[in-house]
């Protein structure tokens, strides 16, 4: 008898309520986005306010500044990542129903989607307030990986984005029948790795803490860029790793192509995940260059 673990019996709501026969919820998922949020809006304010980790003891932005940019920030955050998984994962269902794409509560959030939206805000606010881009995205850099970390742990009391089959002793048996479909898979019940566990300890915990020892303990920020170098590349190869153990996305999943790659040749291949990771390495050691020269 394989040795599993039985999903929690977690609600992805926290509470809901009818108002004039109108329902409303509040979901963990919502909630992880709120947190991750705020918790990054203090860490960046925090940051402006010690002075002396920043070039010439001066840090790029205001407290207030911070404020208005967590507005360009959610901005970026929801319109990116909303658009990123209509383009990346479902284009051809979403060109045939253009109306659903609007429907967040219907899930469907992409991380480089959301990547792109927040640099393209930051971008223009940069610009429109006169502050280094750079530095900027180093603050920034600092405050990602809570968001990551909360939104990781929020995909897994959805039950969604789990991982490949597995027999090993944390291996989770995931509720739903797409989760129950594992073609060539002896194993009764189908269990699966927690790949968003994995994730939430790669992506949020590890990288975060990564950050935080770069700037608080070896000043990575009297160089700007290289903390945002960090970060690009650290994310990078945190997702590419965890997409080993990641369930492929089943639009890719085909006779011919069983592992579901999205970029693929013979037995070998990789993943939507893993395809839109590698921009992001590359673009962490850019900045990371970019850092090095200008010092």
């Keep these: 008898m394989q040795a599993v673990l039985p999903f929690p019996d977690i609600s992805p709501e926290l509470f809901s309520v009818s108002v004039f026969g109108v329902e409303f919820a509040l979901r963990w998922y919502a909630l992880a986005y709120i947190a991750g949020l705020l918790l990054g809006w203090r860490l960046v ?8 980790l920043w070039p010439e003891g001066r840090a790029p932005m205001t407290p207030g500044q911070v404020e208005e940019l967590l507005t360009w920030v959610i901005l970026g955050v929801i319109l990116g990542g909303r658009l990123g998984f209509v383009l990346f994962y479902k284009p051809l269902h979403y060109l045939q129903n253009p109306m659903e794409i609007p429907m967040l509560w219907q899930g469907g959030m992409s991380f ?9 805000a930051a971008i223009l606010f940069c610009r429109k307030h006169g502050i280094a ?3 900027a995205s180093d603050a920034l850099a600092l405050a990602a990986p809570p968001g990551l970390f909360f939104g990781r742990i929020a995909n897994f009391i959805n039950a969604e984005l789990w991982g490949r089959p597995s027999d090993l002793p944390w291996a989770v048996v995931f509720p739903g029948e797409l989760a129950q479909y594992c073609p060539g898979w002896e ?16 992506e949020g915990l590890v990288l975060g803490a990564v950050i935080l020892t770069l700037v ?11 903390t945002a170098g960090a970060f690009f590349a650290g994310y990078g190869l945190a997702r590419f790793t965890a997409e080993f153990f990641r369930q492929a996305d089943f639009q890719f999943i085909t006779p ?8 693929h040749w013979g037995g070998l291949g990789l993943s939507m995940g ?14 990371f260059l970019i850092a090095r020269r200008r010092a």
């Design 256 to 263: 011919e192509n069983p592992m579901g790659y999205a970029l």
């Design 133 to 135: 881009l750079l530095s």
């Design 45 to 52: 304010v925090r940051l402006v306010k010690t002075q002396r």
């Design 112 to 120: 480089h989607g959301g990547f792109i939206g927040v640099m393209l």
């Design 274 to 287: 893993q395809l839109l990771s590698l921009p992001m390495i590359a673009l962490g050691l850019v900045f």
């Design 216 to 226: 608080y303990r070896r000043g990575w920020l009297q160089r700007p860029g290289q």
């Design 187 to 202: 194993q009764v019940p189908c269990a699966r790795h927690p790949s968003q566990l994995y994730e939430a300890g790669l």
